[in-house]
């Protein structure tokens, strides 16, 4: 997707309500299976948004953009992609959260 493409579905979609990755199901999701690699994105626009967040076992602190209000967070482990994601105005987070307290809890890591 180009910049001119992102800018229009943006524009398209003021109003609509925030979405942002979920991260304690990504959590759950990742100590459940046990992924060697788990990256996460928005759906279709994974080459601007997308990175690494576990790596061999730890959490990866890659660069990604993880809230919209057109596109979907999505979690990839080991090839597999699902959707996992939140409202904004239900979890206080947004596109700057990256591995809140109660995430890495789930995984039994303790914030530094």
Same mark, same amino acid.
Request: proline content about 4%; glycine content about 8%.
């Given at each position: ?23 304690? +199901? ?11 690699? #788990?990256?996460?994105? *928005? &759906?279709? =626009?994974? /080459? ?9 076992? +730890? ?11 057109? #596109?979907?967070?999505? *979690? &990839?482990? =080991?090839? /597999? ?32």
């Amino acid at each position: 997707m180009n910049s001119l493409q992102a800018f229009a579905i943006n524009e398209a979609s003021q109003g609509n309500r925030a979405r942002v990755f979920d991260w304690n +199901k990504a959590a759950e999701l990742i100590r459940d299976n046990k992924p060697k690699l #788990a990256r996460a994105g *928005l &759906e279709s =626009d994974w /080459e601007w948004t997308g990175g690494d967040i576990w790596e061999d076992g +730890k959490p990866s602190d890659d660069y990604t953009f993880l809230a919209s209000n057109w #596109a979907t967070p999505e *979690l &990839e482990m =080991d090839g /597999e992609i699902c959707e996992c994601w939140k409202y904004c105005d239900e979890c206080g987070w947004n596109s700057e959260t990256k591995w809140p307290e109660s995430a890495l809890k789930i995984l039994g890591i303790k914030k530094k």
